[in-house]
């Protein structure tokens, strides 16, 4: 089980930490990942993570967004910073049964699992 936290209301600019536990799931041994899905839009991958830390980042969030892990607290993080209006979405923590991400395109169909979800709303 993935439960999602830290999504909110910031104006443009500002920072969002969100967070991702998992619930009998080691987070740093997988394939994990952010997506997001803005209003009458399909769901778009924003980041993924494995178990060898290796990153992937959609070109609009590079260099604005991280991703990582904490295996003592079994987390998984998206750092967001210089939020824009375009970012406003719910965003879904996901993750795979594969211990690497054997993919670099942020296929959704890759992941297994998926929280619920935590909304961001981004104002100009």
Known sequence: QLVESGGGSVQAGGSLRLSCAGSGYTVTNYCMGWFRQAPGK????????????????????????????????????????????????????????????????LLLADFDTMGQGTQVTVSS
Do not use: H, W
Request: charged share 15%; glycine share 8%.
């Open 42 to 105: 399909g769901p778009e991958g924003v980041a993924q993570i494995d178990s060898k830390g290796t990153t992937t980042y959609q070109d609009s969030v590079k260099g604005r967004f991280t991703i990582s892990q904490d295996n003592a607290e079994n987390t998984l993080y998206l750092q967001m910073n210089s939020l824009k209006p375009e970012d406003t979405a719910v965003y879904y923590c996901v993750a795979s049964v594969q211990y690497v991400c054997y993919s670099g395109s």
